[in-house]
């Protein structure tokens, strides 16, 4: 099997993440529809500067968070735990995430919030249609 092919399969038929960033001891999670970047191996969401995870994430890059749909039966059960580095797109970089976001969420472009980069660098991803408790890894290559 190829895991990153599966992996990736599963990030393209999602479409809300879970993110949970932190700075000392202040912690907070969110919920943020996103587009993937399978070339990049990056998450994009779009968030205002003010928002409470917005201000921890510029104070730490470093964040996690998950990706998992809600089934009722146990062996349907599929998600994704993330690692990864955050950063506000600015100038071409935000225009290039852009297009795709509002390709996959047309109602975005009527909203005013930055678009941010996540660069997955860990992911583990279990999917119990393939076993009970299937796990599936991808690392960031160094």
Known sequence: MNEIKHISDFLKQNHLLTLCANSDTDLWCASCYYSFDPKKMSLFIMTSESSHHS??????????????????????????????KIKKLTNKDAEIANVDYYNKFPDAKFISAPIWEIELIMIKMTDNSLGFGKKLFWHQQA
Request: a positive charge.
């Open 55 to 84: 201000q921890l994430m510029i104070l730490n890059k470093n964040i996690v968070g998950t990706i998992a749909p809600q089934p009722t039966n146990i062996f349907n059960i599929k998600g994704v735990q993330f690692k990864g």
